[in-house]
């Protein structure tokens, strides 16, 4: 799908359904952004023409799981950013790669699959009725990307939060199910870092003034920018630090339980040897053993193991055995 936005001075942003309905070209005085989502192979094309956007640009464009990057094109630069959708209730992460293409009067986004930033931004403009929400393509690319950082602090927030639970959890009732969710957060503190971590050179390569398509005005915004993705970055460290930590403390706690557990059946294995000989001794069927015709003999030998079994425990009681 392709939707066209148009930008002119001191007017409401028009959309509309194609490039060609815009009655547009490079050389015009008109500012468009041009968004592909989920495009056809026919609509592909407009990256070939009117535009005529490099092959390599067009094939890093193209790949799924490219990395964030950004490069100088001369007429225009090439960004790649990826945002983030997470499914609280599944705890389903997944990040979407977002390409941008801005010239001086066009920005050409492309996405595999509907974002919250672009529609978000787009909706923005199209409310604005007297046109002045735009402030420049540059400026334009920025809001997009704003809304894709954004958008990773909730998934934050919300691990923060799952963190806190698992320590909770951690000391009542460790178990298997505890075990799989510090994995399951480790694994989406991961995807975010490595999601995250190439923005940083490419907001500070901005920050830095290296591109002339975007204005020193503009740039201070992306230095913003750049200080959002540090704290993310920041953070997700500190976060796997933490479940780090609690993995290590889980297992701590697995092997303190088992530890218990081995000790009350040594203390029981322990108890039973010296009953066991007892029982073993007067088990030999030999004539002229003592006691055997005793009309006591067997509660005597019962009150024996008794005693010794209670000897034994106050015995590793003062010993702080137990």
């Given at each position: 799908m392709v939707t066209v936005t148009r930008f002119r001075a001191d007017e409401a942003p028009r959309p509309f359904a194609d490039l060609s309905a815009a009655d547009w070209r490079p050389e015009s005085r008109d500012t468009?952004?041009?968004?592909?989502?989920?495009?056809?192979?026919?609509?592909?094309?407009?990256?070939?023409?009117?535009?005529?956007?490099?092959?390599?640009?067009?094939?890093?464009?193209?790949?799924?799981?490219?990395?964030?990057?950004?490069?100088?094109?001369?007429?225009?630069?090439?960004?790649?950013?990826?945002?983030?959708?997470?499914?609280?209730?599944?705890?389903?992460?997944?990040?979407?790669?977002?390409?941008?293409?801005?010239?001086?009067?066009?920005?050409?986004?492309?996405?595999?699959?509907?974002?919250?930033?672009?529609?978000?931004?787009?909706?923005?403009?199209?409310?604005?009725t007297r046109g002045t929400a735009f402030r420049g393509v540059d400026y334009l690319l920025y809001e997009i990307l704003d809304q894709v950082v954004e958008?990773?602090?909730?998934?934050?927030?919300?691990?923060?939060?799952?963190?806190?639970?698992?320590?909770?959890?951690?000391?009542?009732?460790?178990?298997?199910?505890?075990?799989?969710?510090?994995?399951?957060?480790?694994?989406?503190?991961?995807?975010?870092?490595?999601?995250?971590?190439?923005?940083?050179?490419?907001?500070?390569?901005?920050?830095?003034?290296?591109?002339?398509?975007?204005?020193?005005?503009?740039?201070?915004?992306?230095?913003?920018?750049?200080?959002?993705?540090?704290?993310?970055?920041?953070?997700?460290?500190s976060y796997r630090d933490l479940l780090t930590g609690t993995m290590e403390a889980y297992l701590s706690v697995v092997s303190q339980r088992l530890n218990e557990v081995m000790k009350v059946l040594t203390i029981f294995a322990t108890i039973m040897l010296p009953l066991t000989f007892i029982a073993g001794v007067y088990g030999m069927n030999f004539d002229f053993m003592p006691e055997t015709d005793w009309k006591y003999g067997y509660f005597a030998a019962l009150g024996l193991m008794l005693a010794v079994a209670v000897v034994m425990l106050v015995y590793f009681r003062r010993k702080r055995w137990l």
């Open positions: 468009v952004w041009v968004d592909l989502e989920e495009p056809t192979v026919a609509e592909l094309k407009l990256l070939e023409e009117p535009f005529y956007f490099h092959p390599l640009a067009i094939e890093d464009c193209l790949t799924p799981e490219h990395q964030p990057k950004i490069e100088d094109f001369g007429p225009y630069i090439f960004l790649i950013s990826r945002g983030i959708n997470f499914n609280v209730p599944s705890e389903h992460c997944e990040t979407l790669k977002l390409a941008a293409f801005m010239g001086p009067n066009y920005l050409v986004t492309y996405h595999r699959a509907p974002m919250r930033s672009v529609a978000a931004v787009r909706e923005k403009h199209l409310k604005d958008h990773y602090f909730p998934i934050l927030q919300e691990i923060e939060k799952e963190i806190d639970a698992i320590e909770d959890e951690l000391f009542r009732a460790a178990g298997n199910e505890t075990l799989g969710r510090i994995l399951t957060a480790k694994r989406i503190v991961l995807e975010i870092k490595r999601a995250v971590a190439p923005h940083r050179e490419v907001f500070g390569r901005i920050a830095r003034n290296e591109f002339e398509e975007i204005s020193p005005g503009t740039t201070v915004f992306f230095r913003d920018l750049y200080d959002s993705t540090y704290r993310l970055a920041e953070t997700t460290d």
